[in-house]
């Protein structure tokens, strides 16, 4: 069982493949699809991952990809079973696993992340639908006094009896403590947090026995905050981010996938690709939902002439991320193949 966890992980993010999030609850994916004016029904979210799932050559890119609830039960037009047309591909299938972010009792402005009730039972169920890996993704927000230490340690411990739970079902857990990027603060700021809630997270996954050769870490750029008048340039973000990350992210990690976390999609690349070019003991990819899907998702607009374009669009945009991965992205490379 531990050799099949440190394979699925390590195949994840193999030959610098990265991770598709596609599993925005019903509530967000609603969202995303007003966006495009676009009514979020059963068939028209069904339609849509089936756009991304079955895009040529995206399995060239994306090594995993993270379904919701709904989405692992659902099959293509061909009645074939989302899992098992990703798993044809070479495409490893996840689920996410928490039932979301919640107000943390005494802790004003702070979040905790729920969904270990009953766990055990769900993992198992999802394991028979084809899920090979799980998210769990706890919320860490920036703000005057806050994170507190109890917000942080909470968060660490859901997130490290999640994981234990996943390991026991033979599922990789992703671990995801998500500093959140839209604050006002500073760089250096990010670099504090990120620290203490790397420090925490690790801590926990080994006092739960968590055998960390078969997990995958899904952190935050240590970046500035969307709101802070100074923006640091992608070689800040990866000097930080790397130094961060070498203090508190033991080298067993199979591999660091970072969220994009409403950074722009050329943006997301550009600060992914810096930071892979400095590099560290783990392979370091992505694992972006919006930073992937964007521009995709306008592309399709929902209609079924558009489904190719979409397509091509969601492939481009996955290999300039696979390039980014390897570190050898450039505006240039992006202007070149563009479609
Ligand atoms: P974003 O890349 O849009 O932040 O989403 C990734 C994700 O799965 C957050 O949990």
């Known amino acids: ?25 019903t509530g967000t994916i609603k969202k995303r699809f007003d966006a495009i004016g676009l009514e979020s029904t059963e068939e028209n979210r069904r339609q849509y991952r089936q756009l991304l799932f079955t895009a040529p050559e995206m399995e060239e890119s994306i090594g995993g990809v993270i379904m919701y609830d709904e989405t692992i ?108 990027m839209d604050a006002d603060n500073t760089i250096e700021r990010c670099f504090d947090v990120t620290s203490r809630t790397l420090k925490w997270t690790f801590h926990e996954l080994l ?24 923006q640091a340039p992608a070689s800040r973000i990866a000097e930080l981010t790397v130094e961060c990350f070498l203090t508190h992210v ?34 370091l990819s992505f694992s972006y939902g919006r930073a992937l899907q964007q521009s995709a998702l306008a592309a399709w607009n929902g209609e079924a002439a558009n489904v190719e374009s979409a397509q091509a669009v969601f492939a481009h945009r996955a290999r300039m991320n696979a390039l980014a991965a390897a570190g050898e992205w450039s ?3 992006e202007e070149q193949v563009a479609v």
């Open 1 to 25: 069982m531990a050799h099949e966890l440190h394979d699925t992980a390590q195949a994840i993010v193999a030959d610098h493949r990265g991770i598709l999030a596609a599993d925005e609850s």
């Open 73 to 180: 039960r659902q099959a293509a037009d061909d009645g074939t079973p989302f899992a098992d047309v990703l798993a044809s591909k070479g495409v490893v299938p996840g689920i996410k696993v928490d039932t979301g972010a919640q107000d943390q009792a005494g802790f004003p402005g702070e979040k905790i992340t729920e969904g270990l009730d009953g766990l055990r039972g769900r993992l198992e169920e999802y394991r028979k639908l084809g899920a090979r890996f799980a998210k769990w993704r706890a919320v860490i927000t920036i703000g005057e006094g806050i994170p507190s230490v109890g917000c942080i340690r909470a968060n660490a411990h859901a997130l490290a009896r999640y994981a234990a739970l996943c390991q026991e079902a033979g599922i990789v857990p992703i671990v995801e403590p998500e500093v959140l």
């Open 207 to 230: 006092v739960q026995r968590v055998d960390l050769r078969g997990a995958l870490l899904k952190p935050n750029m240590v970046i500035s905050g969307k709101g802070c008048p100074e």
């Open 250 to 283: 033991p080298a067993a990690i199979p591999g660091i996938v970072f969220l994009s976390g409403g950074q722009s999609e050329v943006e997301a690349t550009e600060n992914l690709n810096a930071i892979s070019q400095v590099g560290g003991p783990w392979p």
């Open 331 to 333: 505006a240039e490379v």
